[in-house]
């Protein structure tokens, strides 16, 4: 009976490429369980779990700092920066871990950030001012903020990274769902669990004591990547980055292999996180809206669970959708299929903004964003992961991510501007249309200028990736296990 215990199964576990003749077995036919196979895409996967609920969590923050602190948090730059600055560590962290990932280790790499996660998510929710002051809290969080975006960074190209070469060594057929999982499920799944913890919290402390709340929810923040220490130490590189990696890069050929589907994958990460991510950071405020100023703040809280909750459905159908009907198609049918009920709900704003259709209010925007990670929340990472060569994934992996959390960035600056309209109804409807118009552009150069993807192409990928590189003279001899 095969033990679940990763140690052991890691101590029955060849190391990566110990002859010439292991390099030559396909991933899938290397002698290992079926647990052994599976735990390295959990373990690696499963950080981007702090990604959902350190960035949805601060939305419900927002909002009980705003009720603490009425005149000085609005008013202060605080409200926009603790919220858009983790997503400029975010990019720090990518780039810095994209590279340390290929020419060092997706392992140690992975490592790193998990630490930096379990520390800057401590010191959030213990920052204070010099004296108390507000100014000097705001400013601590901002900094402790930025500092764990570079954390949740690494868990992008190292973590995700290592996940999809270890997806090779599954059985065909189930490959993209597992990876979908541990990724997209996984981090929509943190979504839902950084709005009911502050709805309990509320219900437990009460709405004329929210210090305790807001910095319990952050503290919270340590446990998902404490959790994760002891598999990650366990781990290994993945078999097919030993295989495959480079000690020399000719970058010259790396970019012309690589640059147009890069260019493509990166457009469509950057519009999908201009708009969700906008979308999350601001759904608690936007039900305090609608519900008004009166309405309890654990019942606007309760809300942003349900709308938290309707991504899974989305999150869970794509996963399969994408092993049946392929990533970039999968993509496409999300994307065009949100487009529509964006617009519908741009339409109907006027009458779903009205505090009596709240729940209609919630359905459909729900469902705006369950198709969102049907579409893409599935799939562009799946594709970013798929499109480029083992060699340099982490790289490729890492600037598309990273273009990605720009349009986080932007879309959390761009939002409050659309908001910020005189009309109320414009000023709800707009976010909707402007969403809904770049899913149709999305759609259009997926279907364009991005190629199938199957459930070998990392394997078909690095195969042509080296016939490539011989064909231009490069020593293809020198890349693998030294």
């Keep these: ?117 379990i520390l800057f998510a401590a010191l959030s929710a213990g920052s204070y001012g010099y004296h108390g002051s507000p100014t000097g809290l705001f400013a601590a969080l901002t900094a402790y903020r930025f500092i764990i975006g570079i954390g949740i960074g690494g868990e992008y190209p190292a973590g995700s990274v290592a996940a999809a070469e270890s997806t090779g060594e599954l059985k065909a057929g189930h490959r993209n769902r597992w990876f979908i999982f541990f990724t997209d499920f996984i981090i929509d799944f943190g979504f839902v669990v950084a709005a009911f913890v502050p709805m309990v919290l ?15 929810s952050l503290g919270l923040g340590v446990i998902p990547p404490l959790s994760l220490v002891y598999l990650r130490f366990k781990l290994k590189d993945p078999e097919e980055f030993s295989r495959e990696r480079m000690y020399r890069f000719p970058y010259a050929l790396v970019i012309k292999f690589h640059w147009k589907r890069l260019i493509v994958v990166s457009l469509v990460w950057f519009i999908y996180d201009f708009s969700v991510f906008a979308f999350n950071t601001y759904s608690s405020v936007w039900l305090d809206t609608i519900l008004g100023s009166t309405a309890p703040l654990w019942k606007i809280f309760g809300w942003n669970v349900v709308v938290n909750a309707l991504y899974l459905p989305g999150s869970f159908a794509g996963a399969f959708l994408s092993d049946w009907i392929g990533p970039r198609m999968c993509l496409m049918v999300g994307m065009t299929a949100q487009s529509v009920v964006g617009f519908i709900m741009s339409g109907c704003y006027e009458y779903l903004s009205i505090p009596k259709n709240v729940a209609g209010f919630v359905v459909v925007y729900g469902t705006f964003l369950s198709l969102g990670e049907l579409g893409p929340g599935d799939n562009i990472g799946l594709l970013a992961s798929k499109t480029s060569a083992t060699a340099v ?90």
């Excluded at 990763?6 to 002859?19: A, D, F, M």
């Design 1 to 117: 009976m095969d033990s679940l215990d990763p140690e052991k199964t890691s101590e029955r576990t060849p190391g990566p490429l110990q002859s010439e003749a292991e390099a030559q077995i396909p991933l899938d036919a290397l002698p290992k369980s079926r647990w052994e196979r599976s735990w390295p895409v959990i373990a690696c996967g499963a950080g981007l779990f702090s990604d959902g609920y350190l960035n949805g969590v601060i939305g419900s923050v927002d909002t009980m700092l705003t009720r603490i602190y009425p005149t000085e948090y609005k008013n202060s730059p605080a409200l926009r920066n603790v919220s858009s600055l983790v997503f400029v560590g975010e990019v720090v962290g990518m780039l810095i871990f994209g590279i340390t990932s290929d020419y060092w280790s997706r392992k140690w790499s992975l490592m790193i950030s998990t630490f930096i996660l």
């Design 202 to 216: 509320v219900l437990i402390f009460g709405e004329d004591n929210l210090e305790a709340p807001w910095r319990i």
């Design 393 to 482: 994934r982490g790289q490729y992996y890492a600037i598309a991510a990273a273009v990605g959390k720009v349009g986080a960035f932007v879309g959390t600056y761009i939002f409050p501007l659309l908001q910020a309209n005189p009309n109320p109804i414009r000023a709800g409807q707009d976010p909707f249309f402007v969403a809904s118009a770049l899913c149709i552009f999305a759609s259009i150069i997926v279907y364009f200028f991005l190629p199938h993807v199957g459930q070998d192409t990392i394997t078909k990928e690095d195969e042509e990736f080296r016939a490539y590189l011989e064909a231009h003279g490069y020593d293809t001899s020198t890349m693998g296990k030294r």
